[in-house]
């Protein structure tokens, strides 16, 4: 029931009996309502008393008495005791105070009678139905949202907003409700009596504040603490359900009313009182930051609080800020390490400029992870290995495993080693043992089998994200590169999943790392719809950054799109220039150097691809990190059409056979691939080469293979085997990455399936030749879609003949007329 209802109800049969309690903070209409309800029994002849019955008032007067909870006890009795005769009319408006006996005993008895009518807050469509009846015509519905979220619909502060928005003379309509909203609030607030503007003050600061502690910052005995308190909220401006903006703008506009000085000493009051009795909240001391509080005080509190959230990094440096707002120091590593962690890199940078010369060696090695760390994450990892190596051993095993994953990076093996062998002084928590786990695989990588290297990195990898401050790279990330490089996709898969499901709080830092590599596995995998959904983001660091456009250009190669080729590797090159190459991303680098002959830009790409063979050489050419950049250099020769360019890596792959399986498969399937190119097509070489492949995870490799097998050879019989082989290596894949991979082959620039059916002709086409007249619209010839369609050039050239026949073209041109108009493609 509105202020509107309890007028229409009492006229509805002004003579009824009524018992009505309206109940409602300040200016939520209760007067309105009252004045409405007199009128209605004016008009009915019947008289009205507007105070509690007396000896000698005229018989079957109603009684209409506004804000009741400023009577006495005495006269709110009187007002009980007539509630119980039936026969008499009792509308009585009163604010929700719950501390006056006499009060509650009234409203009690009125509730019994007849539900209570509780003014509150408007909502939307009752913020626009007042407006029109202001304004003559429906507002806008930005208007509405406007001054829903400057009055926070109170109904006092919506008329004047309202007012304002229909004549802002000169400003712009937000601007004129702002400006009207706390006009309108510090005029009523002026009327309100100094101790409860002082509690409101107070509340407005935090919801979970009561009465011991506007007790404790005004001074005051406990129980008129609690009356203050009641009749605070009883105004109904500082509601659980208002927002934070309307709560933001009311304490600015307590604070004018109350003066500077008056506000200053009871925040400082406040803030003593919760210090001392250990109760200030993150929130709280946030609020008095943001609220203008300067004080040593604060700051230290703050400070305080922001070392107890170190493993929240968002939340301390929200809180490190703020100390530093109000006084304090930004001098710390926990705020480099937690600027780091939420993506501000630059700032975290500057910082540990400032702390390396520090004379405390626990905060110098610190200033040195953190900077490091910062380094290797934007492509620097020759900058970090310096760092590292000025520094020297420290017991600390988080610094010890970050100097030792940089230094590995960098192919510095003797440091890496000297960084591992430190002593740690510290107790045997499981962040340290994960620490020097970490340490002990990376470096069994070097000179141990794979299974070796991987039951010890595995170790690292913990259930739980405690955080303990930012590394050169996540033990997930690291576990995952060296099983995607030895040729273990489910284990890689694996923990990155594991890892992208427990985000943390560094997941600005660390997120984009490990969807960047789950991408990379799809792509290899031949799910290439799925691989591009894990490229996109926005504002990426320098290693992110060259892993996202190598991504890029790995699947617009393989989905056939050269222009896009060119594009993304040129993006990547510009990154690849800046940065320093090292051990962790040969991938990328391997596929750029690929997709660098396919474009005949090998000579631009050399000196990066001539750096990495040394990088593997000062670390002893472990087969375990140098197998996939050598299957990388036989695809790049292959494709310059260089057999002397391709023998090194052949070779290579060939001596690394004896102790790797992948390597093995690698070797077998680089030797089966050059005597496909000659058109010697052996079908049970090329089912072992590709299904070897496929097992190691290079699906896309392994089809592809199959379907060059089928196209080089003459013999019909070969060529059906082949791409059976291709289109079943195509879906051997589990039901999880069935599910990513797209149910049609990506074709560049090809329109989507929605916007194609609704062409009448195109219902007419099946599925495969649907996808085949994508194709050759693109102008590709039939060998090539056949190649990717996994298909002979001769089927492509049975599709197109019945396409031409159920689309009724006359002509090849006709044809290409008709696809163009039911595609909706431009002109090639």
Same mark, same amino acid.
């Given at each position: ?452 290297? *991987? ?66 596995l799809r792509m290899q995998d031949g799910q ?91 670390l002893g050419d472990p087969p375990l990190w ?87 050879t003459p013999d019909g019989r070969t060529s059906?085997? *082949? ?106």
């Amino acid at each position: 029931m509105t202020t509107v209802d309890v007028a229409a109800t009492v006229a509805a049969s002004p003579t009824e009996s009524r018992r009505i309690l309206v109940s409602g903070g300040l200016g939520s209409g209760k007067t309105t309502a009252l004045a409405a309800v007199r009128d209605v029994l004016h008009s009915a002849g019947i008289p009205v008393l507007a105070r509690p019955p007396r000896a000698g008032d005229p018989s079957g007067a109603a009684i209409v008495v506004d804000d009741a909870h400023l009577l006495g006890g005495a006269d709110l009795s009187k007002l009980t005791a007539t509630v119980s005769d039936s026969s008499a009319t009792v509308i009585v408006a009163a604010e929700p105070l719950t501390g006056v006996p006499e009060l509650t005993e009234l409203t009690t008895a009125l509730a019994r009678e007849a539900p209570a009518v509780r003014l509150g807050p408007l909502g939307a469509t009752e913020i626009a139905s007042a407006a029109t009846a202001i304004l003559g015509s429906a507002p806008p519905a930005e208007m509405v949202r406007s001054v829903a979220t400057a009055t926070a619909g109170l109904p006092f502060l919506v008329h004047a907003a309202v007012a304002a928005a229909a004549s802002p003379d000169g400003e712009s309509p937000g601007a004129a409700i702002s400006s009207a909203t706390r006009t309108a609030l510090v005029d009523r607030l002026r009327r309100i009596d100094q101790p409860v503007l002082d509690a409101l003050l107070i509340s407005s600061l935090s919801p979970e504040l009561g009465p011991d502690d506007v007790a404790g910052a005004l001074h005051l005995d406990a129980a008129v603490a609690r009356d203050l308190v009641d009749r605070a909220r009883a105004t109904g401006l500082i509601a659980p359900s208002l927002t934070p903006t309307f709560l933001r703008t009311l304490h600015r506009c307590l604070a004018q009313v109350c003066g500077a000085i008056r506000h200053h000493d009871i925040e400082v009051n406040l803030l003593r009182v919760q210090i001392d009795n250990a109760t200030l909240t993150t929130d709280l001391g946030l609020r008095l930051a943001e609220h203008g509080l300067r004080d040593p005080l604060l700051a230290d509190a703050l400070t305080d609080l922001a070392e107890r959230h170190r493993d929240h990094p968002v939340r301390a440096v929200r809180l490190y800020r703020a100390a530093t707002e109000v006084g304090g120091t930004a001098r710390s590593t926990r705020l480099a390490d937690a600027l780091a962690a939420t993506g501000d890199c630059a700032t975290a940078r500057g910082l540990t400029d400032d702390l390396l010369g520090s004379e405390d060696p626990a905060e110098r090695a610190a200033a040195v992870r953190i900077a490091g760390s910062v380094a290797a994450h934007d492509g620097a990892t020759a900058e970090a290995a310096e760092l590292f190596g000025w520094l020297g051993t420290h017991p600390d095993p988080l610094v010890s495993s970050a100097g030792v994953v940089v230094a590995v990076g960098a192919g510095d093996v003797a440091v890496a080693r000297t960084l591992a062998g430190s002593e740690g002084t510290g107790p045997p928590t499981s962040t340290a043992r994960a620490a020097r786990r970490l340490s002990d695989g990376l470096l069994a990588t070097l000179d141990q089998p794979y299974a070796t290297a *991987m039951a010890t990195m595995s170790q690292s990898v913990t259930e739980g994200r405690t955080w303990s401050g930012v590394a050169p790279d996540t033990s997930a990330a690291l576990v995952a590169l060296t099983a995607m490089h030895g040729g273990d996709p489910g284990r890689a898969r694996s923990v990155l999943t594991r890892a992208l499901a427990v985000p943390g709080d560094d997941a600005a830092f660390t997120a984009h790392r490990h969807r960047l590599l789950l991408g990379w596995l799809r792509m290899q995998d031949g799910q290439l719809a799925a691989a591009s959904a894990d490229v996109a983001a926005a504002d990426l660091h320098r290693r992110d950054h060259l892993w996202a456009a190598a991504l890029q250009t790995a699947i617009a190669r393989r989905s056939g799109d050269g222009g896009a080729v060119q594009k993304h590797w040129y993006a990547a090159m510009d990154v690849l220039d800046e940065y320093s190459v090292d051990l962790y991303c040969l991938l990328p680098l391997g596929e750029l150097w690929v997709a660098a002959a396919r474009i005949q830009q090998v000579e631009r790409i050399g000196p990066a691809v001539t750096r990495a063979f040394e990088l593997l050489g000062a670390l002893g050419d472990p087969p375990l990190w140098s197998v996939p950049l050598r299957w990388a250099g036989v695809h790049a020769g292959i494709l310059a059409n260089s057999p002397d360019a391709v023998a090194p890596h052949g070779a290579a792959l060939t001596a690394a056979a004896a102790g790797s399986a992948f390597a093995r498969s690698l070797a077998l399937a680089g030797r089966t691939w050059l005597r496909v190119l000659a058109s010697q097509v052996d079908v049970d070489e090329v089912t072992v080469a590709a299904r070897g492949l496929a097992r190691f995870g290079l699906t896309w490799d392994a089809t592809r293979l199959a379907s060059q097998a089928a196209l080089q050879t003459p013999d019909g019989r070969t060529s059906a085997a *082949m791409l059976q082989l291709a289109r079943d290596l195509k879906v051997s894949v589990s039901p999880q990455e069935a599910a990513d991979r797209p149910s049609t082959p990506i074709a560049a620039g090809s329109q989507s399936g929605g916007a194609a059916s609704s062409m009448p002709n195109w219902s007419r086409l099946s599925d495969r030749e649907r996808e085949v007249a994508e194709l050759v619209l693109q102008g590709m010839p039939y060998r090539d879609i056949g190649s990717q369609l996994l298909i002979s050039a001769k089927t492509v050239e049975h599709h197109v003949a019945r396409i031409r026949r159920r689309l009724g073209a006359e002509s090849r041109s006709e044809l290409i007329s008709m696809l163009r108009a039911i595609l909706g493609s431009p002109a090639p």
